[in-house]
């Protein structure tokens, strides 16, 4: 008698909830971009932040529902959002800016690249920690919002030059940080957030 062949599901994914928070992350994300791209600063700017609350919100969510660390498709795909959100987005905006010399497009490579790398050996070894707090390996990409706010305030008060200078000398140290072998425990979620209790 032959065996009955398994039946497929239609579509390749099956979306939890984790990943459709995640999907947000990139949606938030895009919108940067095409705010960035139309010179739209503060919009751009505006869509990363909350690109950025939503990551929070959306990691903190699928460690929960993993039981301590996102799994399978849910940590692939926040993999890949990571680097678009975090690492792409932010460069759009810098270069629609006034950071789009020569010198600055190569030190946004390596930017990007640093963080690539960060982000597949993260998704490799996972986040270490003790009791009460997570600690990130590295510099985690999710703070190059920041940067981005701080100098896009400097510019309103400080020469292009200046600026420029300060963020390529600011994005060459993040890059090496987002790649050194050094737990960062004041950039942590408390375990607490991610975990669910226990009933008694």
Same mark, same amino acid.
């Given at each position: 008698? %032959? %065996?009955?062949?398994? #039946?497929?599901? =239609?579509?390749? &994914?099956?979306?939890?909830?984790?990943?459709?928070?995640?999907?947000? &992350?990139?949606?938030?994300?895009?919108?940067?971009?095409?705010? #960035?791209? +139309?010179?739209?600063?503060?919009?751009?700017?505006?869509?990363?932040? /909350?690109?950025? /609350?939503?990551?929070? !919100?959306?990691?903190?969510?699928? +460690?929960?529902?993993?039981?301590?660390?996102?799994?399978? *498709?849910?940590?692939?795909?926040?993999?890949?959002? #990571?680097?678009?959100?975090?690492?792409?987005?932010?460069? !759009?905006?810098?270069?629609?800016?006034?950071?789009?010399?020569?010198?600055?497009?190569? &030190?946004?490579?390596?930017?990007?690249?640093?963080?690539? @790398? +960060?982000?597949?050996? =993260?998704?490799?070894?996972? #986040? +270490?920690?003790?009791? %009460?707090? *997570?600690?990130?390996?590295?510099?985690?990409?999710?703070?190059?919002?920041? !940067?981005?706010?701080?100098?896009?305030?400097?510019?309103?008060?400080?020469? /292009?030059?200046?600026?420029?200078?300060?963020?390529? @000398?600011? @994005? !060459?140290?993040?890059?090496?940080?987002?790649?050194?072998?050094?737990?960062?425990?004041?950039?942590?979620?408390?375990?607490?957030?991610?975990?669910?209790?226990?009933?008694?």
């Amino acid at each position: 008698m %032959a %065996a009955k062949k398994e #039946s497929k599901p =239609f579509f390749i &994914v099956n979306l939890t909830l984790a990943d459709i928070m995640i999907l947000m &992350v990139l949606a938030f994300g895009t919108m940067s971009t095409f705010n #960035s791209n +139309r010179e739209n600063l503060d919009l751009a700017l505006l869509f990363l932040f /909350a690109a950025s /609350a939503m990551y929070l !919100i959306a990691s903190t969510y699928a +460690r929960r529902a993993g039981g301590g660390r996102a799994k399978g *498709f849910t940590r692939a795909l926040n993999a890949f959002v #990571s680097g678009l959100v975090f690492l792409v987005a932010p460069c !759009i905006f810098f270069y629609h800016w006034q950071y789009n010399s020569n010198f600055a497009s190569g &030190v946004m490579l390596v930017f990007i690249l640093s963080g690539i @790398l +960060r982000i597949a050996a =993260f998704d490799d070894i996972g #986040s +270490r920690g003790d009791a %009460a707090k *997570f600690y990130y390996t590295g510099m985690p990409v999710f703070w190059s919002p920041v !940067i981005v706010a701080v100098f896009y305030l400097f510019s309103f008060g400080m020469g /292009a030059d200046i600026i420029n200078g300060m963020l390529s @000398l600011t @994005l !060459i140290i993040f890059s090496f940080l987002m790649l050194v072998n050094r737990d960062f425990k004041y950039l942590h979620k408390p375990i607490a957030w991610s975990k669910v209790k226990k009933k008694k």
